[in-house]
Structure formats: structure tokens, C-alpha cells
């Protein structure tokens, strides 16, 4: 689903899942207990997750992606 079709109740639920410790951990360190049961609980039960997955087009465990930066050298 493209943001576009996203609602404004969407894009809240999913700032939850954001700034969620369980999520952030799971999305940091991509392994352990915390990392199996965000997958565990993410489709089936837990709304924010779903509405991340809405959003950003990706699982709320999955490893965001880092910032573009320019190099010194593309000056």
C-alpha cells in the first residue's frame, strides 16, 4: 500500500510502532528473543505493527535504511 492511500490514523498508529522500544531494538539488532517476537506478534496481533507495515511498505522488524549521505568527494 502507497503512502497515498495511507489515512491520518495510519500514520499515527504506525509513530507508535516508531518510537516503540520493543520495535526499535528489533529493528536494530535484527537477532534475539526481542527480534522473534516482534515477527512473532507483528501480522497477527499488535495494530501499530500492522500500521508500520502500511506506511512505510516494510515490516516493523526489518532493518531500516540508513540515511543518504554525500561523500567529500561528490563536491
Known amino acids: 500500500m502507497?503512502?497515498?492511500?495511507?489515512?491520518?490514523?495510519?500514520k499515527a498508529l504506525a509513530t507508535v510502532c516508531?518510537?516503540?522500544?520493543v520495535c526499535l531494538h528489533a529493528r536494530?539488532?535484527?537477532q534475539g528473543i526481542v527480534f522473534n517476537f516482534?515477527?512473532?506478534i507483528e501480522t497477527?496481533?499488535?495494530?501499530?505493527?500492522?500500521?508500520?507495515?502500511?506506511v512505510h511498505g516494510r515490516k516493523a522488524h526489518e532493518k531500516r535504511n540508513p540515511p543518504c549521505?554525500?561523500?567529500p568527494s561528490d563536491n
Not at 2 to 10: E, K, L, M, P
Open 44 to 54: 497477527d496481533i499488535c495494530p501499530f505493527c500492522k500500521a508500520y507495515e502500511r
Open 69 to 71: 549521505q554525500s561523500s
Open 38 to 40: 516482534v515477527k512473532g
Open 18 to 21: 516508531e518510537h516503540c522500544p
Open 2 to 10: 502507497s503512502n497515498a492511500t495511507c489515512t491520518s490514523i495510519d
Open 28 to 30: 536494530h539488532h535484527q
